[in-house]
T-cell receptor, first 112, second 112 residues
Framework: DTAVSQTPKYLVTQMGNDKSIKCEQN?????MYWYKQDSKKFLKIMFS???????INETVPNRFSPKSPDKAHLNLHINSLELGDSAVYFC???????????FGDGTRLSIL | QKEVEQNSGPLSVPEGAIASLNCTYS??????FFWYRQYSGKSPELIMS????GDKEDGRFTAQLNKASQYVSLLIRDSQPSDSATYLC????????????FGQGTTLQVKP
C-alpha cells in the first residue's frame, strides 16, 4: 500500500483552465504539506495543514487554494493555470510538525 | 545569502570510495536537519535525520552536524552506482510549523 498517494500522476492542460490534485495518506499522520519543484529541481513549501488547520501559507498566487477535508486528505486546487505553473507538485506528510516528512510520488503538471 | 546552500555538483566518485556531501544553513536557531535522496523523475526519499551535534550512522550513511559552524554533511561509504542521485539537504526552521527549507541539491555520480 502506498503511504502517501497523489492523483493524478500526470496532468497536461491548457492555460486558463482550473485543475485539482488530490493527496491521501494512510499513515495516520497529523500534518500534510504541498511542495512545488521547479525545472531547476528546487523544492519549495507552499502550504501545510496540521489536524485540518492551515499552518503554513507561503507567498503563492491566490489562484492556488488548498483544502483539507480530513486529516488524511489534502487537495490542491489551481485556478486560471499559467505557463509558469508547470512543475512537479509533491504532497508530503509527517506524524507531527516536528517529525520527518514523507513524500508522495508527485504530480507532473504541464501547461500548454 | 541562501537559507540552505549546497554545491550543485556533479560530484563524481569511483565505486567503493567515500562520497562527502556538504550543506550550510543561515538560521542559527535551526534544530532539525534531514538528508533526502531523489532519483531522476522520482520523489524525495528520507535517508537520514539528525538533531544534535556530532555524528549519526545508519549503515553506509553517516550524517554529521556542527551547529556552531552551521553545517551538516552526509558521508556515503563504499559508494555504489545505485547511490547516483541528487541529495537534498533540508533544515527545519525555528517555530512549530514544521517548515522545511531545502537546498538546491547535490548531484552524485558513482562511476563503476
Amino acid at each position: 500500500d502506498t503511504a502517501v498517494s497523489q492523483t493524478p500522476k500526470y496532468l497536461v492542460t491548457q492555460m486558463g483552465n482550473d485543475k485539482s490534485i488530490k493527496c491521501e495518506q494512510n499513515l495516520g499522520h497529523d500534518t500534510m504539506y504541498w511542495y512545488k519543484q521547479d525545472s531547476k529541481k528546487f523544492l519549495k513549501i507552499m502550504f501545510s495543514y496540521n489536524n485540518k488547520e492551515l499552518i503554513i501559507n507561503e507567498t503563492v498566487p491566490n489562484r492556488f487554494s488548498p483544502k483539507s477535508p480530513d486529516k488524511a486528505h489534502l487537495n490542491l486546487h489551481i485556478n486560471s493555470l499559467e505557463l509558469g505553473d508547470s512543475a512537479v507538485y509533491f504532497c508530503a506528510s509527517s506524524r507531527t510538525v516536528d517529525q520527518p516528512q514523507h513524500f508522495g510520488d508527485g504530480t507532473r503538471l504541464s501547461i500548454l | 545569502q541562501k537559507e540552505v546552500e549546497q554545491n550543485s555538483g556533479p560530484l563524481s566518485v569511483p565505486e567503493g570510495a567515500i562520497a562527502s556531501l556538504n550543506c550550510t544553513y543561515s538560521d542559527r536557531g535551526s534544530q532539525s536537519f534531514f538528508w533526502y535522496r531523489q532519483y531522476s523523475g522520482k520523489s524525495p526519499e528520507l535517508i537520514m535525520s539528525i538533531y544534535s551535534n556530532g555524528d549519526k550512522e545508519d549503515g553506509r550513511f553517516t550524517a554529521q552536524l556542527n551547529k556552531a559552524s552551521q553545517y551538516v554533511s552526509l558521508l556515503i561509504r563504499d559508494s555504489q552506482p545505485s547511490d547516483s542521485a541528487t541529495y537534498l539537504c533540508a533544515v527545519r526552521t525555528r517555530g512549530n510549523t514544521g517548515k522545511l527549507i531545502f537546498g538546491q541539491g547535490t548531484t552524485l555520480q558513482v562511476k563503476p
